[in-house]
């Protein structure tokens, strides 16, 4: 009754402060002729309108990188500050030269940035990146700069983040054309009389060709393109022209035209077609276990104690053998708590997702928030760790609390540390720098590792998990089993597999076009409902093949368990490859190494995830299915 109090009065709070977002960022109230600042990001790799387009590089440039030659502003590029989670995603913010945007001022008129001179080196550079289709990336007010651009399937006009660098379609394939000018459209809304709030960043980049020190001209001519000479040094102006548009779209719904959906239909078509067909499949499975199961109970428990010859069958014949230590119990509970801690991870950060408070106006929200998570949720790894070591037999407790709180950390880091070697070597702005994979050092050691002790001291307090049988002296010889149930074969794995990755695959694309393709991913209620239905189908599935082993007399289940239920990560793997072939085209050894090396990395945490939800799952049913007959 307090804690529904207390409640109510956080909302009604919420109610009177008129938030738009959960947390979301307050809305800047801006005056007539108040300086509007621009800053400027990363220059990113971006995918083309066509339905064909591919992806050619996965490298981050600075803004500022002495190739391109931008106007600098007077005094140098100053570095603004950012979050952990925008420094990981590859965000390298800065001020710009065009300091001079004053609300409502300058309308139309024809300004010039700078002029710069390109020696053919840099030319060559320059040309090499428009051919990749590098994009530029302003922000303005928290919004991004874009270009207006219309859905060829549904006609509906979009802001597509990011605008080119240059121009390379066409007649411009073999000479690319460098984009030197900027039409620049800001869309205001009026909240209120002598209120201007920013609510959209639009920007048409043009190349103007010609003399480059006569008069300032903003009028773009198609026959005459800039078009960089590789094999001597020329003059470039940049130039750039604001335009104020009043827009009847209000704060708090400004970033709808920037969250645009792709074929929207197909998108919903597939995701109803996994429900339906996954919950059909969990009702079936489960009939099929509750009545196949039941009465195998009700036979084992009418036989006549009292016969002098009493014969088992099926999976009650392993009942002194199913809860026997299996093979490395250190290296299966260790995997098993970090999995557990990557599952609260996931499911608070889906939390957070689904009540606002990872907005894209909070760059890299989601990222910090992940490694928030993960650090302090070391305690939840050290738990579980624990308890089913200890359940497995296990007896050195502080090892495995140890190789609990340092295995996987140490893996990830290493694998990001050689992937940040590659990035240095390309000159990538994207590589994390020193002092943030100290932070993360910090983070992970200095926090997770003693939470994940402090939850393996609990975890030893409580002990091991009560077994409702008890395990024979000597092992139990074990038949021959039928080939898809032998030990590490290929089949049970990927056969489990496919269930939920066809859960998941739709947003899967989604998914690896928000982490390769720099483009911004906020379907989070279909992303929380799909990993509902994937956590179901994993446990359904890893349940139903262990009661195939049990009843194989096959009684090293832990494994297999693990095994299957994480045999999704196998097709995500796959899916991947599949991805690479059909969206990217990647000319550079740099980009190839970085995005098979993130791409392991998501297997990687796939993996464990999904099978410690099978382990566990199969844990619990063993323990119910063991607990409901009688034995002597």
Known sequence: MYSTIILGLLLS???????????????????????????????????????????????????????????????????????????????????????????????????????????????????????????LNWLIDGLPAAEMKKDLRT?????????????????????????????????????????????????????????????????????????????QSQNIRYTYRITWNESATPWATRWDNYLHIFDPRIHWFSLVNSLIIVVFLCVMVSMILLKTVSRDISRYNAIDLSEDVQEDWGWKLVHGEVFRTPTNPMILSVMVGNGAQLCAMVGVTLVFALLGFLSPSNRGSLATVMMVCWTFFGGIGGYFSSRVYASLGGTNRRKNAFLTATVLPTLIFLIVFLLNLFLLTAGSSGAVPFGTMLLIIVLWFGISAPLSAIGGYFGSKHGAVHHPVRVNQIPRQIPPSPKYLRPWASAATLLSGILPFGAAFVELYFVLSSLFASRAYYAFGFLALTAGVVALTTATVTILFTYFILCAEEYRWHW??????????????????????????????SSVVLYLGYLFLLAILDFLITGTIGFLASYWAVRRLYSAIRVD
Request: aromatic residues 14%.
């Open 13 to 135: 709070y919420l109610r009177i402060a008129d938030a738009f977002y959960l947390p979301g960022a307050a809305p800047h109230n801006y005056l007539e002729g108040e300086k509007v600042d621009l800053f400027v990001n990363a220059l990113t790799p971006m995918l083309s309108g066509s339905d064909d387009a591919k992806l050619k590089s996965l490298i981050n440039y600075d803004y500022y990188n002495p190739m391109f030659q931008f106007c600098e502003p007077e005094g140098g590029p100053i570095k603004q500050p950012e979050s952990l989670g925008s420094i990981l995603f590859g965000d390298r913010i800065f001020n710009s030269p065009t300091t001079l945007v004053n609300m409502l001022r300058e309308n139309g008129t024809c300004q010039t940035l700078c002029t710069k001179t390109v020696t053919g080196k840099e030319a060559v550079f320059i040309n090499d990146r428009i051919r990749e289709d590098y994009a």
């Open 155 to 231: 006609e509906e006009l979009f802001f597509d983040m990011g605008f080119n660098l240059g121009n390379d379609d066409g007649s411009f394939q073999n000479t690319p054309a460098l984009n030197n000018h900027y039409e620049i459209v800001l869309r205001y809304h009026i909240p209120s009389p002598g209120t201007y709030r920013v609510v959209g960043v639009l920007v048409w980049p043009f190349s103007i060709g010609g003399p480059q020190d006569g008069p300032v001209t903003c009028e773009g001519d198609e026959t005459r393109p800039l078009i960089l000479k590789e094999d």
């Open 560 to 589: 297999r368990a693990f095994l299957t239920g994480g045999g999704s990560a196998f097709w995500l793997l796959a899916y991947g490859l599949f991805y690479w072939a059909s969206r990217l085209s990647l000319d550079s050894f």
